[in-house]
């Protein structure tokens, strides 16, 4: 076939996918097109039958659905998913409300693709409005739009919080089976499949599909040869022995099997989806609860243009994430009531703790180097991590160095140096962050987006370590390991003195679109939610999701998001 242009073959991927939904194309001539399109056999056949078995049990239930659920679970993104797998594999009747569509598109399948997916409408296109600590940068903050939310948007990266940020949690919520101690049997006893070498830290036979890195380009493990060189530890999984540890570095983790990406929607929710008694709504958008004499029995949502009303015999529970969680509480009158005052909304619940706490990881753009060669790219094109400390005084890593295979820079960064494509990029980033944020209502439409004002870099803390973080990429960068892959450092390309590198680090700052932190659980009255991740001061509501994180876990958040949805769903069922 005549060779496509990217734009082209995109559309023409959303085109094959739609018709393969709708049913007006057959899985054959969807697979033959697939093929051509450049998407692997395996991969096309394995969508197609996915897509095959959940559409014909879903457009069923969809037009029956019945009027009252056990549980209604607003949003189907990685906890939700991971909940309504397993309280339907328990046998309770489970509404799951999603307001995206289907995981079936290419772009979310191959994990090459996976940017492909920002600023879609695979993606709520959330921006964080422009503040001082950043130049005055309107900064995006990416959130999954679609069945599976972040786990079919995201970069596949599979990381484990380490025992600080864990216990550190089972101390705030009062309950150690929130501590690393029982969070690690989690993992290891239920939810990874470790496809590497077997390790009393890591689980196998559970539903996640995790391995290595699956022929990492060379320039890989030159991060690894280039921090032994300074001394840093080299590991050969970036998981189990890190978590207990100083750090380290090592080969990422992913969530890929054979080429395709293997999300929480197929590690939990395919496999129960032809069950009676699960319903999955997508293209549906709650909009408020249905309260009750002080107790969430239902919520709203908008269906094809209309109003429908679910009702919950035992509970809902909110996984909608970090910005629509605290959305949909405010909407329904839970919150600071100041605010909901501000936009008509009448107080149910005074809780001020609501859409406050906004944090996320800083995923700095970035320290780059021109290659002599093209650079070749792999799996989600980043294929080598790093967790380090900027002062040994701390007790956990608050730097992250990421290892990625093309010249990623910010809006700014990029104008400012114009680096070439031929290019390669260490990403400085910020996992344990100070700098706090709000998410708050911009009317009481709730089709409107909420306004999320992050704050990014606020806090003079999160500088002093992003621009040790930097410190720490040039010095890898630079090492003699990557020497065979490196003409010229490009970014910044010299040192800077204390106030250029502080502007440096405010310009280049974008995130890893972790959000967490708007509906904190604690063991104090202000928090929003309890150890058991109900709501305080109402009955029959949950969150479980992203939201309840009281300081975000330093590491990529899916693994955590997965934790917690087994660990609400061992509540919810409790």
Known sequence: MKQLSEGFRSVMLDKLDAGLMRGTLSRRKFIQWSLALGVSMQAA?????????????????????????????????????????????????????????WDNAPSILDPGQWFMNLGTERDWGDIAAPTDSVNGRAIASHMGHAVGGGSSINATIWVRPPRADLDGWAEIAGDAGWGYDAALKIFRDKIENWQGAASALRG???????????????????????????????????????????????????????????????????????????????????TGLVIDGGRVVGVKAIRNGGEITLRAAREVVLSAGAIRTPQILMLSGIGDSEHLAEHGIASVLHAPEVGANFHDHILHGGCIWESPEPVAIANSAANASGFWKSDPALDRPDMNIVQIELPYASDVIGKEYAPPGQAWALCAGLVDPKSRGTVRLASSNPLAKPIVTANFLS???????????????????????????????????????????????????????HQVGTARMGKEDSAVVGADLKVKGIEGLRIVDGSIMPRIVTCATMATCVMIGERGADLVLG
């Open 204 to 286: 196998k036979g559970g539903k996640v599909w995790v391995q290595e890195a699956a022929n990492p380009p060379a320039i890989a493990p030159a991060l690894l040869a280039a921090a032994a060189n300074l001394g840093l530890p080299a590991m050969a999984d970036l998981n189990g022995e890190r978590e207990e540890g100083i750090g380290g570095f090592a080969l990422m983790n992913q969530i890929i099997r054979e080429g395709r990406r293997v999300n929480m929607a197929q590690a939990y929710l395919y496999p129960v989806i032809n069950r009676p008694n699960i319903t999955v709504l997508t293209k549906t958008q709650v």
């Open 45 to 101: 056949a394995a969508l197609a039958d996915t897509l095959d078995a959940a559409r014909a049990n879903q457009d069923e239930r969809a037009a029956n659905v019945p009027a009252e659920f056990d549980v209604v679970i607003c949003g189907a993104g990685t906890s939700g998913c991971t909940l309504a797998g397993r309280l339907a594999e328990a046998g309770l009747s489970v509404a799951l409300i999603e307001a995206g569509d």
């Open 459 to 513: 806090d003079p803390q999160d500088v002093k370590s992003q621009m040790a973080a930097i410190d720490l990429c040039r010095q890898l960068g630079n090492d003699a390991a990557f020497a065979p892959y490196r003409t010229r450092e490009v970014v910044p390309g010299k040192d800077l003195d204390l106030a250029a590198k502080a502007e440096f680090v405010k310009n280049g700052a974008t995130t890893f679109f």
